[in-house]
């Protein structure tokens, strides 16, 4: 069980803790990223890429597996090309292998959003809850007992 909105890990590119929307509206999850350089290793497309915290004043550069350029519809409606990584994203106890596009969440209150391939046959979704897989924050209001 999942609420509206969780902290999420993202262990292979150092981000932890990352507050992420729930949105089974969205078909992929997206995490805010701007594109540096892809480059290839061992034979193999990767990207480069930083993520910005403005809050804290922390950016982390990341690299990961590139493993697609893709036609993807944003919230309002508009067609854009994304970068599609795949990666271990951790909810909870709960850890696995998600895609996940680059975009400039800059304008959106949390820099990732969990889209439905994520959430599929792991997760239900209750929306009227938050932090349900977020221990340490028992105590936040919304949080069911």
């Known amino acids: 069980m999942v609420g509206w909105r969780e902290l999420v890990h993202l262990p292979d590119l150092g981000l932890h803790e990352v507050p992420a ?3 089974t509206g969205a078909r992929t999850s997206s995490l805010h990223g701007t594109v540096i ?3 290839m290793r061992d034979g193999e497309k990767f990207v ?3 993520v910005d915290f403005p809050e804290q004043r922390v950016r982390q550069v990341c690299e990961a597996v590139h493993v697609d350029i893709r036609g993807i519809t944003s919230s309002n409606g508009e067609k854009q090309r994304r970068y599609v990584i795949k990666t271990p994203l951790r909810i909870g106890e709960e850890e696995f292998r998600a895609e996940i596009s680059l ?3 800059s304008d959106m209150k949390f820099p990732m959003l ?8 792991r997760f239900v979704v209750d929306s009227g809850y938050s932090w349900l897989q977020t221990p340490e924050r028992k105590t ?3 949080h069911k007992p």
């Open 140 to 142: 936040t209001k919304g």
């Open 103 to 105: 975009a400039d969440r």
């Open 48 to 50: 480069r890429f930083a």
């Open 21 to 23: 929307k729930i949105d």
């Open 37 to 39: 350089e892809e480059f």
């Open 114 to 121: 969990i889209g439905r391939s994520s959430l599929r046959r």
